[in-house]
């Protein structure tokens, strides 16, 4: 956070107390991370032992002391290989001593200038030491944590001092992380797998101050893939939502009520509650006389008038230039062409439009889209092309707009449009990718995306506009959707929501390049069949995504939506694909089959490759969507995307055979999701003679 911004804030910003080790008074020497606390009096055994959770070397607060000091200081300085002074990031407050980190900022900002000008050799060189620094720092915060839960050292390991030295490692370890990533090319992968987050207790205190400020419990999925520092920073500012109370009734790990509900009361809505304005609604037979003969048509603004009730509609010429809306239903411009809009909404569009560009003419959906289901089907299977041919499109989103860009900062710039609605809503991805430019509006004007875009990639060395900058990356495609695989729409579905589930489908179909107009006769389950049969070949790695499944033979292997898959297996070609067919998923899979079916339990189970020589144990993985939740449940196989080979763990599914007749491949029934143990073979004969299996790849279908 900037200087200023760390003022604005002050009050609300958890301090960070300086527990008083001696890090500067006896001058020590630059050290590495692990060499720290030996330099400073700690033998190796006594280190081990804080590790394991064996025993303490010293009182409790001497200890913690030197965790912080460790864990901030030394890790500082053994990534960086300079002198951190503690005298330079603690400061005295009325409430004591404690650790100010606004001046890591400025360090970060010269670091990564520095970085810049060296040759791309050191550059790698530096960002795999600074990896496996991470990963060392990380393996301490997760012993010490678990030092916490299970009740280790319950003085030290559970009071308020230990719940801030592991905050204060947690967002410098993602500040760190996000700054070496952006002097990498790649910036797109922006994740590693480092698995940074916040103990119980300080996740807890987020989430209350989080909702303090507005924010939709709902959106604590995705502040979490944002990452900590985000999240952390967001609990500053009030929520981009300004209607707060809409989301009264949302829960942690549930869809927001308040942005998908389109039940009574839902429709066209005035721009202000005390408004009577009149309803223009553009002539049904125009409009759908244009639709049937497969053209776009559009609202002319220019020729608005308060004396008519009809808007005017034309049909687009590829000459023409115009503009589409891409909105927020909840915002008030749900409706039909037969319902209208508000003549106040179309003032409002007016004013936004104005600020863009010469033409008047407009689509959008509330006006071009009628209720009519054979003339509405062919709307929007239109709609692709409709984003594609528009000169530009306007993002409107009410949070958004009742806001100023211009008292932004580039990190307030990244918050608000990573969490405003519009980036939640499954319709608008597809609107955004297939457009060639697209606008924002705010409360003081209208920006192009692209200006705000390299606003956050000049400032990408800080954390929060480093995940803004990628997020916005997603958006650019140098060939617009062309190639777009299962795998990325997955991704760019993630935390995104719709008010009708059925419409997952239609949205992104055609950046698939399916065909919308052959799902649309289908509905439920049954659509997203046809989906699936569209697609034909799906990555492999599709039987093991967490979510619910469809409920339709030969298709249950097949998640029944891809939004809620968001957070999990990332569904790419890495482990290679398998073919959709009617009897069910056909692709080669490594399995152990078993000598007899068995019928399993809640606990763990096991088996024994004798050649491979491992003792695998497995026991179902619990969650949510997990179909049966019920016990025993049978089972023939176990199927794995490919052999383990040291992995200790794995992911797997069970399954039961399904003999089809005439059928040249083996065929089985999806089971449940299990979670495989492997270990080295300690043994008897007599065990491995009765649960003995050689795992082997084979061609299968799961149906
Ligand atoms: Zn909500
Ligand atoms: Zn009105």
Known sequence: MAEEEVLLHKHSIPEVPWLGFDHDVQEHALVDFAEYPLRRGWSKDQIIALKHGDALAFDDASCLAMLQSWLVFGFLEGIYKRRFSSSQYVVDTASGRVVDTTQLRQFFDKWHGLLQQESSESMLSYWRYSTIRLYELHSWYAALEKHCTQGIFPTAFDTAEYHSIMRLVVLIADSIYYNKTSVASRLIQIRSGLNWHHTEVNGAALRTRLIQKGWCPSLHGLFMT??????????????????????????DDAKCLGVNYLGTGAGPKHIANECHCQ??????????????NNKIPLIDLGSLSPLMSDCPVVEWDQQQNFIAFSHVWVDGLSSESEIGLPLCQLRNLQNVLFQVGPSSLIWVDALCIPHEPTIRNLAIDMMAEVYKRSTAIIILDAGLRSRPLGKFSTAELAVRLLTCNWMQRLWTLPEILFSQRAFVAFQDGVIDLNILRSRLRQTARFPIECVGFCTLLRFVHEDGTEGLKIGEVQRLLASRNSSRPDDETLAIAPLLDLSAANLIGYEGQDRMVQFWRQLREVPRVVILLVCPRLDVPGFTWAPQSLISTSGNVPMNQEYGSATVTQLGLRGTFFIYELKTRRIL???????IDPKAQHFIAFRPLKHKFDRAQTYPYPCDGIVLLEESRN???RSAITVITDPALGSSVVRYKYGRQIVLDFSPLPVSQELSANFSSIGKYQELTIS
């Open 601 to 607: 339990g809640n606990a763990a189970s096991f088996i």
């Open 647 to 649: 992995a200790l763990k």
């Open 279 to 292: 309803i223009i609604r553009p002539s049904s037979s125009q409009m759908n006389g244009i639709i049937s």
């Open 226 to 251: 944002y990452g900590l520092a985000f999240t952390e920073y967001a609990s500053l500012l009030d929520a981009t939502d300004g209607n707060v109370e809409r989301h009264n009734r949302c829960a």
